[in-house]
């Protein structure tokens, strides 16, 4: 079994809704690759925060029963019908309250997200590594020379000097796209097997990098996260704004990113 193929499947592994064999087959995977061990604790560690904060509670028979007579006396006046319930169960209101206040901070939470740009642009990026990664998965290496003339054509803004691809980590494709409404050009190389890199090179005039979670690499200091188990640099570079995504460990991430880097 892949990577590809197991982490298709993580989630209702997550869940208990996988087929026995399946499941075993799964977990037979996850015995021998870390990457896919630690998504899927990533998937765990999400699916318990989700619970903790808006846990879900299975009501009494007699609960059940007087929620349902309350129901059908839905004819009455909804203000009234509401008022005369909560008489009769006081202790209902702080019920409510609690799960309104669990789901509120559930909702913060995302909301925070939706707000920050970068981690927007973060989780939009390591979306598209890992389709870039799955359509270059069997592709041979073509000529990077021949690729980056082609995109620097296409791209509409400067690209400057980038890195072509090496023994190591050769450049397997160059595509211009939009990430999150932003011209950018998606450069992918192939860091071993079923390890891949996606670089995006976008205009910087307006690229804002944060302050803070900076990973020191030589001289440099690029902006560092991690996302869906993938390492991600983003950092700007004299036009460009280049976003790493990749699939290496934090050793192997900070050499790719300096052969990128050294390359401008």
Known sequence: MTCRDAREHLTDLSRGQLPAELAANVRAHLGGCSACSEALRSEEQFRALVRGHAPRFTAPPALQARVQAALREAERPPRMVW?????RHPWLTGVLVGATAALAIVWAGG???????????????????????????????????????????????????VFRGDAEAPLISATVTEVRGIRAVALVYRNGPERYTTLLVMPGAD??????????????????????????????????????????DQPGLSAMFLKVRKSA
């Open 207 to 248: 690229a804002v990098i944060p302050a803070e979670d900076r990973l020191a690499i030589e001289t440099f200091k690029p902006h560092h996260r991690v996302a869906s188990s993938k390492h991600v640099l983003y950092w700007k570079q004299r036009e460009v704004a280049c976003l790493l995504v990749s699939d290496l």
């Open 83 to 87: 008022h005369a319930w909560t008489r």
């Open 111 to 161: 909301a925070w997200l939706a707000w920050d740009p970068v981690s927007r642009l973060v989780a939009t990026a390591v979306d598209e590594h890992v389709e870039y990664a799955r359509e270059a998965m069997h592709r041979p290496v073509p000529d990077a020379e021949e690729l980056l003339r082609r995109v620097q054509s296409e791209a509409g803004f400067p690209l400057g000097p």
